[in-house]
DNA sequence: CAGTGGTCTAGACCACCCA
DNA sequence: GGGTGGTCTAGACCACTGC
């Protein structure tokens, strides 16, 4: 077995390993190769094994014993967030084993809102680009998701950007930035008449709200969210592994 | 500097370090001391070094910057659950700064719900043993979490049980096993009657409800539990690291 | 007892940042 | 160019598991 060394070793061993599961290579509950078998066979060294068993093990792909073997997960039903990235909706949508689609809804240039001047550490009433848009799950509406974004650190007129990206695509494209890490605040909420409107639901059918803050490198927030978020729909899973 | 063996040189390089984070001596926003003198000076390798510094960076405890540095990070407001975890509510209050205290509502012998024969792989009406708690913060109802626990995975009567434990320990301490991993939902409800007396909801003011099931190194469910959790007062917040 | 994963070390080279 | 974190290697020893 042959491993390219543009992209991180231990990237590619655990994506191949990830891409035998799902193919059932190795077969749900199955017991994997040891790691030295696996390092001879890729013709990496052990710990370069261990770092990628490690990834999916936190990612609950694989069970891990002790003095006896590392297994597929059984309980595979679905995985996404928590190691996949609770902020990629279309990621999400994708996992749940639909089509995504995106709408925008509205892009403008306004005033920041209070909790956004305090989210991006603003001037009172900077300016934001605002991107409200709607992603679609087999063309049922399952999240709205709003962000805003200081104009001053947008390195193109906002009519100019493609409002179908990623928001961590968005941000490297367009502010010329990268995303460290991001905070997430869940709540429950009664959705107000435009969500109900646009997700379809019910007044008195809570759904979710993730609040979401993103940092660059420089611990200086980037960007900041609002997302009303169907769980009926999507469903909001996390796995923890207890090492 | 010393450190004893007992316990994973990691875990005691990390636990130190984040004991420095929070006594300030590494001021936020400061730059740590590099890899290699940390190595130097705490007499271990830079690779165990690193292992606890990457556990600090997932819990976004810290930053690292390639050629630069690595840096406390300025935003640690609070950061409970995600590599915390999200199941010990007793350690959330805590981190919150308020005084936790456990009251047990109910504990009983009864046949497993449907719900539960499923998640937990019991034959109809096996019995299980369901212990209902409120968790305080600081006098106020914060959680109300109900556990399941199969009868024939107990190993002592379940009057005999401590319903105070954390829900790790119990499993530890009555049903011999260890918990490898959890799966966590999160949806949004509307608190029902019952739950709105304990927590002292409006019934039109919705809550978070985390619904689990736990599960140990040979992959069985040992548990599944259904929590109203009132993130008005606890806030449930994730980290994300971009590695 | 042999085999597995868990931990740790020492040393190497690279990519990146900044003065 | 010098220092930093990022990656990888090779080899060692330990703790646990199951036969």
């Known amino acids: 077995m042959l491993i390219e060394r543009p992209k991180s ?42 770092s990628a068993l490690a990834r999916l093990a936190t990612q609950g792909l694989v069970l891990r014993k002790q003095g006896n073997g590392t297994y597929v997960n059984a309980h595979l039903e679905s995985f996404p967030s928590s190691a996949g990235g609770l902020w990629n909706f279309l990621r999400l949508i994708e996992f749940s ?36 848009r709607v992603f679609f799950a087999d063309d049922i509406p399952a999240v709205l998701a709003g962000n805003a974004i200081p104009v001053s650190s947008l390195r193109q007129p906002p009519e100019e950007c493609d409002g179908q990206l990623p928001i961590d695509e968005f941000i490297v494209r367009y502010c010329n930035a990268k995303i460290a890490y991001d905070i997430f605040d869940i709540c429950a909420i009664l959705p107000d008449a435009e969500t109900q409107d646009v997700l379809q639901l019910q007044a008195d059918q809570p759904i979710l709200q993730l609040r979401q803050v993103f940092y660059d490198g420089q611990n200086e927030p980037l960007l900041c969210g609002s997302s009303a978020y169907n769980e009926k729909l999507l469903g909001l899973r996390l796995v923890q592994s207890w090492s």
């Open 9 to 50: 070793i231990t990237t590619q061993v655990s994506d191949l390993l990830a891409e035998r599961i799902r193919s059932q290579e190795y077969a749900p509950g199955s017991r994997l190769p040891s790691e030295s078998d696996l390092a001879l066979q890729l013709g990496v060294s052990r710990a370069t094994v261990r």
């Open 97 to 132: 084993g639909r089509e995504p689609s995106i709408r925008v809804l509205s892009r403008a240039v306004r005033p920041a809102l209070e909790s956004e001047i305090e989210s991006l550490a603003l001037q009172e009433s900077d300016p934001v680009f605002f991107l409200q």
